[in-house]
């Protein structure tokens, strides 16, 4: 598994850089890898965006589509630990989870909203395959 977890954001980031969205992209990486069905890149597609709507970071969402996927039902006090660690990591290193306030004032179509979300989704591959 740790040769699969080493190319985790190299992989997430090239999806993002293909046009997959910041959701997709993350989960898009864990199905290529064999940790989740391909089937859940199509549930990430309305989570891109803060869910349309600038709230919830897409990638965030994805990722806790990974760990739901992988820790879920049966395993419920195990998936919501791997949670909330998750969002305590990216906290640290963000503040926030917000799509809105992660991108802030930076017009949709900007290379710089593009460059701040590459970031973003790579920073959640790094911390998923720390938490899998």
């Known amino acids: 598994m740790q040769i699969l977890k080493d190319s985790f954001a ?6 993002y850089k293909q046009g997959f969205s ?8 864990a199905a290529d890898l064999g940790l989740v069905h391909k089937d859940l890149i199509n549930t990430a ?10 709230c919830l970071c897409g990638a965030i969402a994805g990722a806790q589509m990974v760990i739901g996927s992988l820790h ?3 395993k419920t006090g195990l998936a919501r630990e791997k949670s909330k660690q ?19 004032n930076l017009e949709f179509s900007s290379p710089e909203r593009k460059e701040r979300c590459t970031g973003l989704v790579e920073d959640c591959a790094d911390i998923l395959k720390k938490l899998i």
């Open 86 to 104: 998750f969002v305590e990591e990216f906290c640290a290193h963000h503040k926030v989870t917000c799509c809105r306030a992660l991108i802030k």
């Open 45 to 54: 597609t309305a989570f891109s965006g803060g869910m349309s709507s600038g």
């Open 10 to 15: 190299e992989k997430a980031v090239e999806n």
């Open 22 to 29: 910041c959701s997709e992209s993350i989960v898009k990486m």
């Open 72 to 74: 879920g039902r049966d």
